[in-house]
């Protein structure tokens, strides 16, 4: 048995057998795989030999490290305590290799008598037995031998093809086809094999090699059938998670969409309408019950007014409140506002009473329309004035008497001049101001002070050139809130005792 184990890729052939040469002339005797004797298992003489040698030493090169036979001799080697790892071209390591005292012989020139072998001579005295015993004119001359064939370093010897075999595994594309095995014993055969069909995914060759090679190869060659087949195991039960997860999704929106349709119609059936809107109060899906407006009510942007829905036909919503100042100072610091020139840019005057919820008054028709032309635009919605139609209609909330709560009034019910004598004689409470809009009780719509407080813009047109206002005022007297009261000014007029509520058109329901 040899004192020394060579493990390399063959096509490092040339290499191994300088490196072969040198040991020789320090008095080692050497194995590797040139001798292996045809017509026994190779597998079994290489174990043999491997086992029976007191040093290994691996040529480490960018093949080898890709060879699960030479990684298969390295790995066997560390396990008995006998690895000699030389490094003759920079490659990436295998981890186990990494954490020895690996020699780099990359830099060396490769002469016999390179001082570079000095790390490898004394690992090899330390793991044999005994010191080299250089024959120094033999070196003398291999050395010359080697300066004539080009003096070269061991990763530029010439790497060697593998020889020509008659009998190989098919390619992965014909890889259905029936496959011819190599013969067993047939070592480098199988190797080639390996590093062809290895890494991937043909069961059919696999499952060749792990029936025809050698036990290292077999062995693994099931390992990658094993892995593969568990890998398609949980790629069809991922897929089939995936299809019931699918089926579960589909059956919840169709449980979902029967849910909302038979709402739809419920919604539908109690006379209800759909808004498309962005900010809902209590309608559950934007479904509104018309003349709902103390409960159910809407906004289509965080700084618009609130709106309701009334009974009417066509459909419309109108505000809950007159348009405040909180809303209007809103309005004009918004970059649509200010980017159109016909835009109102004077400040309404709140007459030192503030601004915030109290209505925005200073207004005139004008300014109220230009309020909703900018909502139209920010919201993509209709907004508008009412029409006097619509605001008498709102104001009553489907009663006939003066006022939506009766034939009566007094200033505990809404904000106007109390001086006046009640038909009892009695006098209210003048403040001479206005209030803010949610003072009071609403109608039975939901609507906020459409008796007083302010006087209201409508879109109608009286004569040539008036525009009509609604609802009466803090300034005015009793009968001036009545809920067919209605007073005039010029559209471009301004008063502290006139402001607006929007009205929005609203698409008819679907059939």
């Known amino acids: 048995m040899a004192d020394i184990f060579i493990s390399y890729k063959r096509e490092r052939r040339a290499a191994a057998r300088h490196l072969e040469q040198?040991?020789?002339?320090?008095?080692?005797?050497?194995?590797?795989?040139?001798?292996?004797?045809?017509?026994?298992?190779?597998?079994?003489?290489?174990?043999?030999e491997l086992s029976a040698a007191k040093a290994v030493i691996v040529l480490w090169c960018g093949l080898s490290v890709k060879s699960p036979g030479v990684r298969s001799e390295a790995n066997r080697a560390k396990s008995l305590g006998k690895l000699i790892p030389l490094i003759i071209e920079p490659c990436e390591l295998p981890l186990f290799s990494t954490l020895e005292q690996n020699i780099d012989l990359t830099a060396a020139a490769g002469s016999p008598r390179d001082h570079a072998f000095d790390f490898l001579l004394d690992d090899l005295e330390r793991l044999v037995g005994r010191a080299p015993q250089p024959d120094f004119k033999s070196l003398r001359n291999y050395e010359s031998t080697w300066r004539t064939m080009g003096a070269l370093p061991l990763a530029r010897f010439p790497l060697e093809p593998g020889p020509a075999r008659e009998v190989?595994?098919?390619?992965?594309?014909?890889?259905?086809?029936?496959?011819?095995?190599?013969?067993?014993?047939?070592?480098?055969?199988?190797?080639?094999?390996?590093?062809?069909?290895?890494?991937?995914?043909?069961?059919?060759?696999?499952?060749?090699?792990?029936?025809?090679?050698?036990?290292y190869f077999a062995d693994q060659a099931r390992v990658r059938i094993a892995e593969i087949e568990a890998t398609q195991r949980?790629?069809?039960?991922?897929?089939?998670?995936?299809?019931?997860?699918?089926?579960?999704?589909?059956?919840?929106?169709?449980?979902?969409?029967?849910?909302?349709?038979?709402?739809?119609?419920?919604?539908?059936?109690e006379g209800r309408i759909k808004v498309d809107t962005g900010i809902v109060h209590v309608a559950t899906g934007g479904w509104f019950k018309p003349g709902a407006g103390k409960v159910e009510w809407f906004k289509?942007?965080?700084?618009?007014?609130?709106?309701?829905?009334?009974?009417?036909?066509p459909p419309f919503a109108i505000g809950r409140f007159a348009l405040t100042f909180e809303e209007w100072d809103a309005a004009q610091a918004h970059p649509e506002w200010q980017a159109h020139a016909h835009m109102a840019r004077r400040k309404p005057d709140d007459h030192s009473w503030g601004r915030g919820r109290q209505p925005a008054i200073d207004v005139s028709w004008d300014d109220a329309k230009a309020y909703c032309l900018w909502l139209s635009k920010v919201t993509s919605k209709s907004y508008r004035l009412p029409s006097e139609a619509e605001w008498e209609l709102c104001c009553r909330a489907g009663t006939t008497t003066e006022f939506w709560w009766g034939d009566q009034i007094s200033t505990d019910q809404a904000n106007y001049d109390g001086s006046y004598p009640?038909?009892?004689?009695?006098?209210?409470?003048?403040?001479?101001?206005?209030?803010?809009?949610?003072?009071f009780e609403p109608n039975p719509w939901g609507l906020y002070q459409v008796h007083g407080n302010v006087l209201e813009w409508c879109e109608d047109q009286v004569g040539e050139s008036y525009r009509v206002l609604r609802g009466g005022s803090w300034f005015s007297d009793p009968a001036g809130l009545r809920s067919a009261s209605r007073g005039r000014i010029r559209p471009d007029g301004r008063d502290f005792t006139a402001g607006f509520r929007v009205a929005r058109t609203l698409l008819p329901p679907a059939p």
């Open 422 to 439: 009640l038909s009892n004689g009695k006098r209210g409470e003048y403040r001479a101001r206005t209030v803010a809009v949610d003072s």
């Open 300 to 313: 289509d942007i965080d700084t618009g007014p609130e709106m309701v829905v009334v009974p009417a036909e």
């Open 22 to 48: 040198i040991l020789l002339r320090y008095g080692y005797s050497v194995w590797f795989d040139l001798e292996l004797v045809r017509g026994q298992d190779f597998e079994a003489q290489i174990e043999r």
């Open 234 to 269: 949980q790629q069809a039960e991922r897929a089939q998670r995936a299809r019931e997860a699918e089926a579960r999704k589909r059956v919840e929106q169709e449980r979902v969409q029967r849910k909302r349709a038979a709402a739809e119609q419920g919604d539908k059936a």
């Open 168 to 215: 190989i595994l098919r390619d992965a594309v014909t890889a259905s086809a029936p496959i011819i095995a190599g013969p067993a014993h047939d070592y480098a055969f199988w190797e080639r094999q390996w590093d062809k069909q290895g890494a991937g995914a043909n069961l059919v060759a696999l499952r060749a090699i792990a029936e025809d090679a050698p036990r």
